[in-house]
């Protein structure tokens, strides 16, 4: 069975870092893409950031020069190195991939950022 797992969320205060990870495991013919969506109260869920196969990454304005994604093909695992957290980067982080013939989607993992 084809998934993927997040990890690393937390509680954080402002200025400070979190990093996040996401493990695509089971039968994975092909990684087309992972990234990184979030979701706050009552808001859609949006992009943060994403690693296309060929290594293309895009970010959401509002993370740009704060957060860093980056991936470890061996073992089919992405990162999310998040610094200066503000915050408006309270949300549940959600890991996407594009796996096989798929779009598979994480459970979540809670990022806060309070002082």
């Known amino acids: 069975q084809v998934q993927v797992v997040e990890s690393g969320g937390g509680l954080v205060q402002p200025g400070g870092s979190l990093r996040l990870s996401c493990a695509a495991s089971?039968?994975?013919?092909?990684?087309?893409?992972m990234g990184w969506y979030r979701q706050a109260p009552g808001k859609q869920r949006e992009l943060v950031a994403t690693?296309?196969?060929?290594?293309?990454?895009n970010y959401a304005d509002s993370v740009k020069g704060r957060f860093t994604i980056s991936r470890d093909n061996a073992q089919n695992t992405v990162y999310l190195q998040m610094n200066s957290l503000k915050p408006e980067d309270t949300a549940m982080y959600y890991c996407?991939?594009?796996?096989?013939?798929?779009?598979?989607w994480g459970q979540g993992t809670q990022v806060t950022v309070s002082s």
């Open positions: 996407y991939g594009a796996l096989n013939r798929g779009n598979y």
């Open positions: 089971g039968r994975i013919v092909h990684i087309y893409a």
């Open positions: 690693i296309a196969s060929g290594g293309r990454i």
